[in-house]
């Protein structure tokens, strides 16, 4: 099982419309949950931590669910530049700075 | 601020040739790092250090070594490229602490022929 799970995709949604992705990852003492946007031949920036609360910024939506070791993202009202790569983050050692990369869910808005 | 900075941004290598790929950042992190990102792939860790002098490998260092001279420059040097290191590099720095937001260069994209 690889440490991080994405869907690779594309996701092709309409404007307007609501998404969500999903990661998995495999280490149980994991602490440190991101989720980063990576555009075409660019590099990644961060887009949110994800907290054990949950957590939102405008349109985005982050949850961590550590029992079933996922966290997913929600994008409500897509934009077409929220077309992107989604790159789920993971920290799979505590007190370590080892950042996992998922391979990335693929997000394309249609107009 | 310029942030991270990496150079060259193209190279193209002989198999067997020798290079360095230059990274600074002028945001006084302790942490940087270096990944590479295959094609369609996530970005896997060669290298990380958590301050100067300090350096430990990551997920796929073979072929790769580090220094940490300076809190601003992480070197990368390749040693007798191969064609399976054709790839695009990220050097990153982060501050302290595991939440932090890790800032990213621009990449470097080398192939190897």
């Known amino acids: 099982r690889k440490e991080v799970e994405q869907d690779p995709g594309p996701f092709n949604v309409p404007e307007g419309a609501t998404v969500a992705f999903n990661c998995t990852y495999s280490?149980?003492?994991?602490?440190?949950f991101f989720w980063y946007r990576q555009d075409c031949r660019k590099e990644p920036k961060l887009l949110m931590s994800?907290?054990?609360s949950g957590n939102e910024d405008g349109r985005f939506t982050a949850q961590l669910n550590r029992a079933s070791q996922y966290i997913s993202l929600l994008i409500r009202d897509s934009k077409l530049s929220d077309s992107a790569t989604y790159l789920c983050?993971?920290?799979?050692?505590?007190?370590?700075?080892?950042?996992?990369f998922g391979t990335g869910t693929r997000l394309k808005v249609l107009a | 601020n310029a942030g991270v900075t990496q150079t060259p941004k193209f190279r193209i290598l002989k198999i067997g040739q020798s290079m360095t790929l230059q990274c600074t950042q002028d945001?006084?992190?302790?942490?940087m790092y270096w990944y590479r990102q295959d094609p369609g792939m996530g970005l896997k860790l060669i290298y990380y250090?958590?301050?100067?002098?300090?350096?430990d490998k990551g997920e796929v260092p073979n072929g790769y070594n580090v220094s940490r001279s300076t809190t601003e420059d992480f070197p990368l040097r390749l040693e007798l490229a191969a064609p399976s290191q054709t790839s695009v590099y990220f050097c990153?720095?982060?501050?302290?602490?595991?939440?932090?937001?890790?800032?990213f260069g621009q990449g470097t994209r080398l192939t190897v022929v």
């Open positions: 990153a720095s982060s501050q302290q602490g595991a939440n932090t937001e890790a800032f």
């Open positions: 280490n149980s003492a994991s602490q440190s």
């Open positions: 994800v907290y054990s």
């Open positions: 983050v993971v920290n799979k050692n505590p007190g370590t700075y080892k950042y996992i």
């Open positions: 945001m006084n992190h302790n942490y």
């Open positions: 250090s958590v301050g100067a002098g300090i350096t």
